[in-house]
Nanobody, 121 residues
Framework: QVQLVESGGGLVQAGGSLRLSCAASGSIFSINAMGWYRQAPGKERELVASMPSGGSTKYADSVKGRFTISRDNANNTVYLQMNSLKPEDTAVYYC???????????????WGQGTQVTVSS
């Protein structure tokens, strides 16, 4: 089984910073990409940032220049540094990993349980 465990959410004032962490563990043969999504109340889940293994990072236009994604491949961990936070960044943030649990497995998307980020004005 694969588990993604997130940490680092919380309440912060506008202009502040938070750092999210997500560690993947369990049966993991290879990871193609790790990233972060978010879902605000009444809205669909959207991509925030993704970081493929050996590829270019991708950011939502709304977070470019403010958020930075990074990975620790040795520990199957992904981070999201969020600076200059705005009230519209308020959402539940979900970690995602696209990976193969075993050598012959198909690629699958795995999700963390979500962590709440609330930015007050």
């Amino acid at each position: 089984q694969v588990q993604l465990v997130e940490s680092g959410g919380g309440l912060v004032q506008a202009g502040g910073s938070l750092r999210l962490s997500c560690a993947a563990s369990g049966s993991i043969f290879s990871i193609n990409a790790m990233g972060w999504y978010r879902q605000a109340p009444g809205k669909e889940r959207e991509l925030v940032a993704s970081m493929p293994s050996g590829g270019s990072t991708k950011y939502a236009d709304s977070v470019k220049g403010r958020f930075t994604i990074s990975r620790d491949n040795a520990n199957n961990t992904v981070y999201l540094q969020m600076n200059s936070l705005k009230p519209e960044d308020t959402a539940v943030y979900y970690c995602n990993a696209r990976l193969r649990p075993r050598r012959w497995s198909v690629l699958g998307d795995y999700w963390g349980q979500g962590t709440q980020v609330t930015v007050s004005s």
